[in-house]
C-alpha cells in the first residue's frame, strides 16, 4: 500500500515573512539571510507521521499560535509574581486585631487556676484578656535559637467562642506577627480547642496547614504554658466572651 511522502518543509523569512524552499539559503523575496537551523534533520522527515510534520509546519507557518502562547505565559506569570508580592505584602502586615500592650496589675494565673481546680466546691472565677497578657509577658524567652529573630511578646486576643493566641517576633528589628484561632470549649470537664485557622500578619492561613505548623510557630510557647493547659483542662467549663474568659471548676468529690 503506497503512502504519501511527508510534506516538504519551508523557511520562513524573519524579515518578510515570505515561505521558502528549503533548499534556500537566502529569501527568495527580500535577499535576507534564512534560519536553516529551523529546518529539521533528514532523519526526523523520514520518521516522523504526515500528521506530526502538518502541525510542525503549522507552527512554522503560523507565527501568531506561537505569540499567543508566549502572550500567555507572560500573563500568567506576571498574575502568579502578583499573587506572591500580595501575599508578602499581606504577610508582613500588622493584624487588624492586634491587642495593645496590657498594663494590667500582674496576677498569678496559674496559682489562681490552681486554687480552682483544687477547691472542694465548685468556684467560678475569671479572667481578662489584660490580665492574660500580662501574665504571658513571663511566659517570654526573649532570645531564639534563630540569628537575628527575638520574640517580643506572646498575645491572646479573646472573642466569644475563640481564642487567637499569637506571638510577635523581630527580624533583625522588623516585627513579624504569627497567630493561630482555636475555638474553645469545656464542657463536663472535657476541654475541646479545634484549630480554625491562623495568620501571619494579616495573612490567613487555612487550619489544615495550621495544624501542621503550629508545633514549630508555637511549640516554645505551648511547652512553657503546659501547666496551664493541664489546669484548664480540669475545669467544668469554660467560656470565652469578648475580652474575658470565664470558668467553674469541678470541686472535690
Given at each position: 500500500?503506497?503512502?504519501?511522502?511527508?510534506?516538504?518543509?519551508?523557511?520562513?523569512?524573519?524579515?518578510?515573512?515570505?515561505?521558502n524552499e528549503?533548499?534556500?539559503?537566502y529569501?527568495h523575496?527580500?535577499?535576507?539571510?534564512?534560519?536553516?537551523?529551523?529546518?529539521?534533520?533528514?532523519?526526523?522527515?523520514?520518521?516522523?507521521s504526515p500528521?506530526r510534520?502538518r502541525?510542525?509546519?503549522m507552527k512554522?507557518?503560523?507565527?501568531?499560535a506561537?505569540?499567543?502562547?508566549?502572550?500567555?505565559?507572560?500573563?500568567?506569570?506576571?498574575v502568579?509574581?502578583a499573587?506572591?508580592?500580595a501575599?508578602?505584602?499581606?504577610?508582613?502586615?500588622?493584624?487588624a486585631?492586634?491587642p495593645k500592650?496590657?498594663e494590667?496589675?500582674?496576677?498569678l494565673?496559674?496559682?489562681?487556676l490552681?486554687n480552682?481546680?483544687?477547691?472542694?466546691?465548685?468556684?467560678s472565677?475569671?479572667?481578662?484578656e489584660?490580665e492574660?497578657n500580662?501574665y504571658?509577658?513571663?511566659?517570654v524567652?526573649p532570645k531564639?535559637?534563630?540569628?537575628?529573630?527575638?520574640v517580643?511578646?506572646?498575645?491572646?486576643d479573646l472573642?466569644?467562642?475563640?481564642?487567637?493566641?499569637?506571638?510577635?517576633?523581630s527580624?533583625?528589628g522588623?516585627?513579624?506577627?504569627?497567630?493561630?484561632?482555636?475555638?474553645v470549649e469545656?464542657?463536663n470537664?472535657?476541654?475541646?480547642?479545634?484549630?480554625i485557622g491562623?495568620?501571619?500578619g494579616?495573612?490567613?492561613?487555612h487550619?489544615?496547614?495550621?495544624?501542621?505548623?503550629?508545633?514549630l510557630?508555637?511549640?516554645?510557647l505551648?511547652?512553657?504554658?503546659?501547666?496551664e493547659y493541664?489546669?484548664?483542662?480540669?475545669?467544668?467549663?469554660v467560656?470565652?466572651?469578648?475580652?474575658r474568659?470565664d470558668l467553674?471548676?469541678?470541686?472535690k468529690?
Open positions: 500500500m503506497a503512502t504519501n511522502p511527508p510534506p516538504t518543509p519551508t523557511l520562513k523569512c524573519k524579515e518578510c515573512d515570505y515561505q528549503p533548499e534556500r539559503v529569501c523575496n527580500c535577499g535576507a539571510k534564512l534560519d536553516r537551523s529551523v529546518l529539521p534533520k533528514e532523519e526526523q522527515i523520514r520518521r516522523e500528521d510534520a502541525k510542525r509546519i512554522m507557518t503560523n507565527p501568531a506561537s505569540v499567543l502562547r508566549r502572550e500567555l505565559g507572560a500573563l500568567v506569570k506576571t502568579v509574581s499573587v506572591v508580592v501575599m508578602i505584602v499581606q504577610a508582613m502586615r500588622e493584624p486585631t492586634l500592650k496590657s494590667a496589675p500582674p496576677r494565673v496559674a496559682s489562681d490552681g480552682l481546680a483544687d477547691s472542694a466546691t465548685p468556684l472565677g475569671f479572667f481578662t489584660d492574660i500580662t504571658l509577658k513571663s511566659k524567652i531564639g535559637s534563630v540569628p537575628g529573630v527575638e517580643k511578646r506572646a498575645y491572646i472573642e466569644p467562642g475563640t481564642a487567637r493566641i499569637g506571638v510577635e517576633k527580624l533583625y522588623y516585627p513579624i506577627y504569627m497567630a493561630t484561632l482555636y475555638r469545656a464542657s470537664g472535657v476541654l475541646v480547642a479545634v484549630n491562623g495568620s501571619i494579616r495573612l490567613p492561613i487550619p489544615l496547614i495550621m495544624e501542621r505548623v503550629s508545633p510557630m508555637f511549640g516554645s505551648a511547652e512553657a504554658l503546659k501547666r493541664g489546669l484548664l483542662g480540669k475545669m467544668q467549663s467560656l470565652i466572651r469578648k475580652d474568659v467553674v471548676s469541678k470541686g468529690k
